[in-house]
């Protein structure tokens, strides 16, 4: 039986359809394919750069805190040297001049001097590497920096620790972080919130470490001071170095209640 002309022109029409519908779908499929690879490679790429850029930050840091050790060791050794050396060679004058009342007071007063100075150079080279912090750990730091910023600025701290004894030790890089980042944060209050109170709170909870601090000054607009270069240095530094540690960072400030910032470090052991 001689099969009519129209079934083979339907059957063709039916097999050219199903081949560019199979050809659609092949193109779709493989536009598909490469559009994950694309985006694939794209997270790669951008994980990579991410990590390259935490690798030069935390490089950058390390770098910042070899070259304050240098200094803190000079300021030590060689200024700090000199400086009791010329104390020595001023009490040997002292009681050569001594009863001589013309000079009593300038020799009082240059004593003095030097005394400010020597413990300026101890207290700026204690401050550029922070030992309290290395061989006691971070709460025993935070107790002694309080003390001394209280004394000099008569602002009242409050400081609270919850879930941690006083020996708690943390991985070093997290609190020589935390550390600057609290020097950092205080400095800030003080030259620009006028607070006369602050509040730090330190908690471990959850394999996690939850720093509070919070003053009772003047706020300020967060994205404001971030896009100004100048103004928004400090916020920058310690976004930088929380972005070391892998650090949640939130801050709220309102102009009237003051700021919040509040730090969550997650595996900080």
Known sequence: MNESPTFFIIAGTVILILMSFSVILFVVFYQRK???????????????????????????????????????????DEVGAILSAAKMGFNELSKKIKGVQEYESSVSNTKSLIDESISLVRSISKDLVPRTLEGFGLISAIDEFISKIHKATHIQFEFNNKGLNENERFKPNVELALFRVLQELTNNTIKHAEANE?????AYADDSLIFNFIDNGKGFDFEQKMNDPKLGLGLRNIQSRLTVIDADLKIISNPVSGTQ?????????
């Open 261 to 269: 910032t509040k730090i969550i470090i997650k595996n900080p052991k």
């Open 34 to 76: 490469q559009l994950t690879i694309e985006i694939e490679q794209q997270k790669e790429l951008q994980e990579l750069e991410n990590k390259m850029q935490r690798k030069l930050l935390e490089n950058s840091l390390d770098v910042q805190e070899l070259e304050r050790r240098r200094i803190a060791k000079d300021l030590h």
């Open 198 to 202: 602050i509040k730090i709170e330190l």
